[in-house]
């Protein structure tokens, strides 16, 4: 079974400061999906950013990018001039490829001070 | 892009009551939707795999007489809590496959038990 682990429980960042969010996970698997998903105060899932294994070069979507690390199963989320609107729960996610169904992290609760 | 619908997004019922919730896919087919369920300040865990015109798959530890899950057609998956006690009390999150890495979830739907 695979497991995702995310050890900061909080974390908190000034405005327009750079912040890290951690994720390890497990799994035999050598072709698999890996995911960030913010979740607000509303409660949506919203896709941060996604990376495929396969793929040595770490993800990036604007201020949002990946230290994807596979021999360590690491799969940290950097989030670059932090803003307000980024205040939410953020979970890291495992997918195999051909099942779909998605694995969840913890999750970290962020909170960015003005 | 794609929408995922759920509805209602908060329900109130009594002791011993079911209640049906509703996961559409509006601009795409989705044979396979997923249910998770979140407590409070908790992360997302899967209950089970819906599959259209087959019967779902439960996690582990999920009750199949408890959570009933419809997957009638390529656009609509139900789940209804039958016989509800305040311990069914939670926050149950719908998501569908749009492609072989893409999954959308749903806005969630907040039950709660008197």
């Known amino acids: 079974a695979q497991t995702v682990t995310q050890s900061q429980p909080e974390m908190s960042v000034q405005e327009a400061e750079t912040v890290t969010l951690s994720c390890t996970y497990d799994?035999?698997?050598?072709?698999?999906?890996l995911f960030w998903y913010k979740q607000p105060p509303s409660r949506q899932m919203i896709l941060v950013i996604r990376?495929?294994?396969?793929?040595?070069q770490n993800a990036t979507e604007n201020r949002f990018s990946v230290n994807f690390q596979k021999a360590a199963k690491s799969f940290s989320l950097k989030i670059s001039d932090s803003q307000l609107g980024d205040t939410a729960m953020y979970f890291c996610?495992?997918?195999?490829?051909?099942?779909?169904?998605?694995?969840f992290g913890a999750g970290t609760r962020l909170t960015v001070k003005p | 892009g794609a929408v995922v619908s759920q509805h209602p997004s908060w329900v109130i019922c009594k002791s011993g009551t079911s209640v049906k919730i509703e996961c559409r896919s509006l601009?795409?087919?989705?044979?396979?939707m997923f249910w998770y369920r979140q407590f409070p300040k908790q992360s997302l865990m899967l209950m089970a795999t819906s599959n259209e015109g087959s019967k779902a798959t439960y996690e582990q530890g999920v009750e199949k007489d408890k959570f009933l899950i419809n997957h009638a057609s390529l656009t609509l998956s139900t789940l209804t809590v039958t016989s509800a006690h305040p311990e069914d009390s939670s926050f149950y999150i719908c998501?569908?496959?749009?492609?072989?890495?893409?999954?959308?979830f749903g806005s969630g739907t907040q039950l709660s038990v008197l």
């Open positions: 601009d795409f087919q989705a044979t396979t």
């Open positions: 998501s569908a496959r749009v492609s072989r890495e893409k999954l959308f």
């Open positions: 996610a495992f997918m195999k490829p051909n099942n779909n169904d998605m694995r």
């Open positions: 990376q495929e294994a396969y793929k040595q």
């Open positions: 799994t035999s698997e050598n072709n698999y999906y």
